[in-house]
C-alpha cells in the first residue's frame, strides 16, 4: 500500500494505488490557537500601512481561534499538498472541477465531497493536526515568520516540482493556507473545553475549514492574505479542498524505493 521514498530531499511515503505523495509528521506539543503575540504582529502590519481595507472582522473573530492551549499530537501521515483533480479521479474517475485550470491544480468539492471522503481509504486530519502541521515548530503568523503573507505564497497548482518543492514548510508541507481545507471537526466557535489530545470535536453541524487565500484570488484588496495564518479557521460552507491524512505504515506494509 506504501513506497518509502524520496521526494525533493526529504523522506516521504507514496500511496502506491493513487500516488498521493505523504508526509510523516513527527509528534510533539505545540500552542494551538491565535496567540496574543501573533495579534500584535497583525497591528503591526496595519500601522505600517501594510492593510488595504480593515482588518477589524479579523479581530473581532479572534475569539473563535482562542483560547490558546497546548495540545499533544502523535506522529501521523498527511498529504503533502491538497489533493488535485487528477488525484481525485483516481477515486472518483467522472469528476468536474469548474474551479480548476488544469489537472494539477487542486480540487475543490462541491457535490462530490462526500462520495470522494466515503471513497478514500484515509481520513481528514483534526484541526489540532492541520494547524500543527501548518506551523511545523514555529508560533508566528505563518510559517514564514510574521511579515505580511503575500501573493508568492500562494500555491495552488503542482505541476511544477521545483516551485511546489520551494513551498515547503519544515515538515515538507506545500501550499498549508492556500487552498480551504477541510478537517474532521465540527464547527464550534472558540477552543473552550476542547480536547488537548488532537482528538477532532465531533457532533453535528458543517466541519471547520482551514485556510483559503487561493479560493478568493484574484485579491481584491480585502486583506484575503489573513487566510494563509496558521490559526485562521471559519465554518465550512460551498466547496472545499482536501488534504488526507493516514496513520504511519508499519513496515509490513511499505516498501522503498
Given at each position: 500500500?506504501?513506497?518509502?521514498?524520496?521526494?525533493?530531499?526529504?523522506?516521504?511515503?507514496?500511496?502506491?494505488?493513487?500516488?498521493?505523495?505523504?508526509?510523516?509528521?513527527?509528534?510533539g506539543t505545540f500552542r494551538m490557537g491565535l496567540s496574543n503575540a501573533e495579534l500584535e504582529a497583525v497591528r503591526a502590519i496595519e500601522r505600517s500601512g501594510g492593510v488595504e481595507d480593515t482588518v477589524e472582522p479579523f479581530f473581532a473573530a479572534a475569539k473563535d481561534a482562542q483560547p490558546v492551549r497546548e495540545v499533544r499530537v502523535e506522529p501521523f501521515l498527511i498529504a503533502r499538498?491538497?489533493?488535485?483533480?487528477?488525484?481525485?479521479?483516481?477515486?472518483?474517475?467522472?469528476?468536474?472541477?469548474?474551479?480548476?485550470?488544469?489537472?494539477?491544480?487542486?480540487?475543490?468539492?462541491?457535490?462530490?465531497?462526500?462520495?470522494?471522503?466515503d471513497a478514500l481509504p484515509f481520513r481528514l486530519p483534526s484541526e489540532a493536526e492541520w494547524e500543527y502541521a501548518t506551523r511545523a515548530g514555529?508560533?508566528?503568523?505563518?510559517?514564514?515568520?510574521?511579515?505580511?503573507?503575500?501573493e508568492d505564497?500562494?500555491?495552488?497548482?503542482?505541476?511544477?516540482?521545483?516551485?511546489?518543492?520551494?513551498?515547503?514548510n519544515?515538515?515538507?508541507?506545500a501550499a498549508m493556507g492556500s487552498a480551504g481545507e477541510i478537517c474532521a471537526d465540527v464547527w464550534i466557535p472558540g477552543f473552550a473545553g476542547a480536547?488537548?489530545?488532537?482528538?477532532?470535536?465531533?457532533?453535528?453541524?458543517?466541519?471547520?475549514?482551514?485556510?483559503?487565500?487561493?479560493?478568493?484570488?484574484?485579491?481584491q484588496g480585502c486583506d484575503e492574505w489573513l487566510l494563509l495564518l496558521s490559526a485562521t479557521r471559519y465554518e465550512?460552507?460551498?466547496?472545499?479542498?482536501?488534504?488526507?491524512?493516514?496513520?504511519?505504515?508499519?513496515?509490513?506494509?511499505?516498501?522503498?524505493?
Open positions: 500500500m506504501w513506497i518509502e521514498e524520496t521526494v525533493a530531499g526529504r523522506p516521504a511515503w507514496r500511496h502506491t494505488a493513487s500516488g498521493v505523495v505523504f508526509r510523516a509528521v513527527p509528534g499538498h491538497p489533493l488535485t483533480v487528477a488525484q481525485v479521479r483516481h477515486w472518483l474517475p467522472d469528476y468536474e472541477d469548474d474551479y480548476a485550470d488544469g489537472d494539477t491544480t487542486t480540487a475543490r468539492l462541491e457535490d462530490d465531497l462526500d462520495d470522494l471522503l514555529t508560533t508566528t503568523l505563518t510559517f514564514r515568520g510574521d511579515d505580511k503573507p503575500d505564497q500562494i500555491l495552488d497548482d503542482f505541476g511544477d516540482e521545483e516551485r511546489t518543492a520551494a513551498a515547503e519544515a515538515f515538507g508541507l480536547p488537548t489530545d488532537a482528538r477532532p470535536r465531533t457532533g453535528d453541524g458543517p466541519r471547520t475549514v482551514r485556510g483559503g487565500a487561493a479560493d478568493l484570488y484574484p485579491w465550512h460552507s460551498q466547496f472545499t479542498a482536501v488534504r488526507p491524512a493516514a496513520p504511519l505504515p508499519s513496515r509490513s506494509h511499505s516498501g522503498r524505493m
